[in-house]
């Protein structure tokens, strides 16, 4: 079943009743299955959530974003008990070698290339060396391939003088919301199936608590790429209103495909973290990736 992506923009009071999230706001009432639930996003500062709702929403493993004051995800809630081996898993990503993760890496930024080749060429209608730049990937990505792919693909994808910058200039800010938004559900998959967010096998940065969830995102960037290029084309609109983030949260019921089926990105995402828990364990030896069209 596909969870459904909440939205709060206006001043609310969300509580609890019979495992169901009750969300008020000053002209309606809901009242929605917290099993229902894969994310919440809570973008007005003068929301009230009670701990009681809070926590069924954690115990169900659903993503409960705030936003920062300029409107931007800021922080998740995830749960710490997701996993009924999570101790055993932590210690697997702990011994993990560093051969392993140079190599889970090499496919991580293979696949993500590959992707922004194949985004670029459905925007451009011109042919691109990124299937070449992708297979030049050493293991580690010793070589930066990914910069070298990256200096080509936003030198592409926009206008010629567009710099892809953190703190940019539009769409710099539709694009940031959606990568948070991709983080967080990465973030709450991988959390999911018992692995430790702060543990990456490429970002390190000490100050980054979800240095995983950075890596394994990567190869889903250009979906959010697409997405904002949509936008661009459809409406004359620089800031981040409703109707922006909602189309962005969108991103996570999205199609992608598998070998033999099809599944929501939010589902999608849950399988690869599987599959890098099970690449930690030993009984893989490639994490699963989603393609992104068929």
């Known amino acids: 079943m596909i969870k459904r992506s909440i939205l709060i923009e206006k001043k609310a009071v969300i509580t609890c009743k019979n495992l169901q999230l009750c969300i008020e706001t000053a002209d309606r009432k809901a009242s929605i299955p917290i099993e229902d639930i894969g994310f919440i996003v809570i973008d007005h500062p003068e929301t009230y959530i009670t701990i009681p709702a809070l926590n069924y929403l954690i115990e169900n493993n659903s993503g409960v974003i705030l936003c920062n004051k ?138 980054n608590a979800f240095a995983l969830a950075d890596d394994i995102m990567e190869p889903y960037r250009p979906l959010v790429d697409e997405c904002v290029y949509n936008l661009m084309q459809q409406y004359d609109e620089q800031d981040l209103n409703t109707l922006i983030k909602s189309e962005l949260l969108n991103i996570l019921t999205r199609t992608v495909y598998f070998k033999d089926e099809k599944s929501p990105l939010m589902v999608a995402l849950q399988k690869t973290a599987s599959s890098l828990q099970q690449c930690y364990t030993g009984e893989r030896k490639k994490i699963k990736y989603a393609k992104l069209w068929n």
């Open 70 to 207: 300029v409107h931007l995800p800021n922080g998740m809630f995830l749960n710490l008990n997701s996993h009924h081996i999570q101790q055993q898993l932590f210690a697997y990503q702990i011994e993990a070698s560093a051969p392993l993760k140079k190599k889970l890496w090499q496919q991580t930024v293979q696949e993500k290339i590959k992707n922004q080749g194949i985004l670029l060429e459905q925007i451009t209608k011109h042919k691109n060396k990124f299937e070449f730049l992708s297979s030049k990937v050493l293991s580690g990505d010793t070589s930066n391939m990914e910069g070298v792919a990256a200096n080509f693909y936003w030198k592409s994808f926009f206008d010629a003088g567009f710099k892809r910058e953190r703190f940019g200039e539009y769409p710099n800010n539709f694009l940031n919301y959606g990568y948070a938004i991709l983080r967080a559900a990465t973030a709450r998959a991988l959390s999911g199936s018992g692995l430790l967010n702060t543990l990456g096998i490429h970002h390190k940065n000490k100050y």
